[in-house]
Nanobody, 117 residues
Framework: QVQLVESGGGLVQPGGSLRLSCIASGFSFSDFSMNWWRQAPGKEREMVAGISRYGRSTTYADSVQGRFTISRDDAKSTVYLQMTSLKPEDTAVYFC??????????WGKGTLVTVAS
């Protein structure tokens, strides 16, 4: 019953912007920290951004610092990733990831972001 459903991926030109959304269901969203991870062909899955419960703190990979912004809306059980100044190296499948203090971990199935001219 637990679901994390990503949306918003697509094709965008370098320098463009895109907003990803992840809608959660089947668990108490407010009890979980939320994260975005990504995986490009031939590379390991890497953490992109994270946000704590109630949005009290955020963290970003160095590669996206200053370009991406993570946010959450607990009333909508949704986490967002606003991506700006996109680069070809941002091309990857982006995954939504939830984790609570009891170490329960849930993953979405991913949405593809392609940055190309």
């Amino acid at each position: 019953q637990v679901q994390l459903v990503e949306s918003g991926g697509g094709l965008v030109q370098p320098g463009g912007s895109l907003r990803l959304s992840c809608i959660a269901s089947g668990f108490s969203f407010s009890d979980f920290s939320m994260n975005w991870w990504r995986q490009a062909p031939g590379k390991e899955r890497e953490m992109v951004a994270g946000i704590s419960r109630y949005g009290r703190s955020t963290t970003y990979a160095d590669s996206v610092q200053g370009r991406f912004t993570i946010s959450r809306d607990d009333a909508k059980s949704t986490v967002y990733l606003q991506m700006t100044s996109l680069k070809p190296e941002d091309t990857a499948v982006y995954f939504c990831y939830a984790r609570d203090l009891g170490d329960r971990r849930y993953w979405g199935k991913g949405t593809l972001v392609t940055v190309a001219s």
